[in-house]
């Protein structure tokens, strides 16, 4: 398969990763407004029970935080003017002095007795840097070098607060792969993670799965690199 159709089948998997978006014209959103409320009750989704939950000890409090970043760039593909989606910082430049959509996923892991939990949140900028599309959100929790994301949940807004909404969550089965995750029960051990593969189910009968391999795609960073952030 061709880096350009990897890139493509890419593009819908972060398409997919941004449906259901809280889209408006300015979302006026920033990384710190998912603390506190956000998700101190988002996880029990997670779990069969609220005796389950509470056992595991899921330390809403004391979040990690990373990073990726991906920028919209134009590109000349057989004389025809394409957008691709590179990782950021990048050395490639654009065919054009534009500036295009920013994605930032944010991912967020917490201490918890039973492996840490993570949510992965997608968000899009636009040229002015405003938030012009959040969410959803996917909750999960990281095992040896992988982090299973098994729910999608919505997001709602109130006044300048952003929530989950545990009233509309469906399965789902998103696997971040990584060769060099390392962790323990109080998240990820690094400063930064790169992962290699992104596996998502297809169809569940007969179970299929598709399989992106990110250092083919993101061929000059070697992956999709989070790095923390403050």
């Given at each position: 398969m061709?880096?350009?159709?990897?890139?493509?089948?890419?593009?819908?998997?972060?398409?997919?990763?941004?449906?259901?978006?809280?889209?408006i014209r300015n979302v006026a959103f920033t990384r710190d407004q998912l603390?506190?409320?956000?998700?101190?009750?988002a996880f029990r989704v997670l779990y069969p029970s609220e005796e389950s939950y509470l056992r595991d000890g899921v330390d809403t409090a004391h979040a990690q935080r990373f990073e990726a970043r991906l920028q919209e760039?134009?590109?000349?593909?057989d004389n025809v003017g394409q957008t691709k989606i590179v990782p950021l910082p990048t050395k490639e430049n654009t065919i054009l002095d534009i500036q295009g959509n920013k994605h930032i996923l944010y991912l967020y892991c917490y201490p918890a007795r039973?492996?840490?939990?993570?949510?992965?949140?997608?968000?899009?900028?636009?040229?002015?840097?405003?938030?012009?599309?959040?969410?959803?959100?996917y909750l999960g929790m990281m095992d040896d070098n992988t982090i299973q994301f098994s729910r999608k949940?919505?997001?709602?807004?109130k006044e300048d607060r952003f929530y989950l909404n545990r009233k509309r969550t469906e399965k789902v089965?998103?696997?971040?792969?990584?060769?060099?995750?390392?962790?323990?029960e109080d998240g990820i051990a690094d400063d930064s993670v790169l992962f290699d593969r992104i596996v998502s189910v297809r169809?569940?009968?007969?179970?299929?799965?598709?399989?992106?391999?990110?250092?083919?795609?993101?061929?000059?960073n070697k992956g999709l690199l989070f790095t923390k952030s403050p």
């Open positions: 061709s880096s350009f159709r990897l890139v493509s089948g890419f593009l819908l998997v972060l398409g997919a990763l941004c449906f259901n978006a809280c889209k603390d506190g409320q956000f998700v101190n009750d760039i134009l590109i000349n593909k039973i492996g840490p939990k993570c949510m992965l949140l997608s968000s899009m900028f636009n040229e002015d840097d405003e938030c012009v599309s959040l969410g959803p959100a949940v919505a997001i709602n807004r089965d998103i696997r971040f792969v990584s060769s060099t995750l390392s962790g323990g169809n569940e009968n007969p179970k299929e799965y598709l399989v992106f391999e990110l250092n083919r795609i993101f061929q000059e």
